[in-house]
């Protein structure tokens, strides 16, 4: 996911119906976008991680879905990482 903000990150759960309207502050306090929750969000550490290559936060996102997909993800990889979802746009979190 585009985390460039936290504010676009909570918008976006509850755009993409990883949670309910109004419920992603919970979602985020309850742990369930890390490993031990319902989803893992950002496994490669996201943006915080990566800083904002100009161009290549996507193309990042992508490679990690599919080491992912792949079972290549070394210590970042989710057991049950299928599907795989990216998403980069903040206009998700406008809907």
């Not at 992603?24 to 800083?51: C, H, L």
Request: charged fraction near 15%.
């Amino acid at each position: 996911m585009h985390d460039s903000f936290t504010t676009g990150e909570i918008l976006a759960y509850e755009a993409l119906g990883l949670t309910p309207k109004g419920t992603a502050e919970r979602f985020v306090v309850d742990a369930a976008n890390t490993y031990s929750g319902q989803v893992v969000i950002n496994p490669s550490g996201g943006m915080p991680a990566k800083g904002h290559p100009l161009g290549a936060t996507g193309v990042a996102q992508c490679a990690e879905l599919v080491w992912q997909l792949r079972g290549q993800a070394g210590a970042r990889q989710v057991d049950y990482a299928n599907p795989a979802l990216s998403a980069m746009s903040a206009s998700a979190a406008r809907r």
